[in-house]
């Protein structure tokens, strides 16, 4: 394979699939170049220097790879190492749970080709955030959509108000109880979606929610990335998800 030199770069593991009887393919997101595919010939051999253990899905890893030219060809890897070894998110049902979710969100939205390092940062952020002792995770999925909506370039507005309870999955913002809502929720999860926009960490904020009703609002933040980011398919890690926490 001809190259144009070499790039290094921080990188989130996004996918592995096995190729052939010793080799993998690896899709991942790096800061500097954007989506990427390589191919790791023998990484599934015992004593690899680049084992698929460095590649299992959310790694946060440090690369050196073949710049091909073309982002949409496979390179190949020449150096990898962890940049942060997880004490708690691999080990954790929970986190590892939060962890797969918030991983297959961001594949099914980002395919962008080119660096856009505000979304790297925010994604590697997300993660390091994840495996903190203290992090709580009752309402961490459904602030993490929020806040990815956001960088993908569609926010909801933040229009609530006791004018404006009502929530619009479609139109992205508050409305009316007069106005006819194209694909509005209940007042109640409205609320709920309004204080997520409002607070950075919603755990801390002064108020509970039960189980029923943050299941309701991961869902209602599903549809909304179907709606606006054109995620079709089934969110399968979203039933994992559900069940254990």
């Known amino acids: 394979m001809a190259s144009t030199g070499t790039f290094k770069s921080l990188g989130i593991v996004f996918r592995q699939i096995k190729y052939g009887d010793t080799s993998i393919i690896v899709e991942i997101y790096t800061r500097d170049k954007g989506l990427r595919s390589f191919i790791v010939n023998g990484a599934r051999k015992a004593k690899s220097p680049l084992s698929a253990a460095l590649f299992q899905h959310t790694n946060l890893v440090d690369i050196v790879a073949y710049d091909v030219g073309d982002s949409e060809k496979v390179s190949r890897i020449k150096e990898v190492r962890l ?67 956001s960088l993908l370039g569609c926010q909801p507005v933040n229009n609530f108000s006791d004018t404006y309870p009502i929530f619009d999955v479609e139109e992205a913002q508050f409305c009316s109880e007069q106005t006819i809502c194209t694909h509005p929720i209940s007042r109640y999860h409205s609320q709920w979606i309004a204080r997520l926009l409002e607070y950075d960490h919603p755990e801390l904020a002064p108020f509970g929610i039960d189980r029923e009703d943050r299941d309701a609002l991961l869902q209602i933040l599903i549809k909304y990335y179907q709606f606006h980011l054109g995620v079709g398919r089934v969110i399968k890690s979203y039933e994992v998800l559900k069940n254990i926490m």
């Open 83 to 149: 940049a942060q070894h997880y004490e708690r998110i691999q080990s954790d049902m929970i986190r590892a749970s939060v962890g797969i979710f918030m991983l297959e969100i961001a594949r099914n939205t980002i395919i962008e080709r080119t660096a856009n390092e505000e979304l790297f940062d925010f994604l590697w952020g997300q993660f390091l955030y994840l495996d903190q002792p203290a992090t709580m995770m009752k309402l961490l999925p459904q602030k993490y959509l929020l806040s990815l909506a």
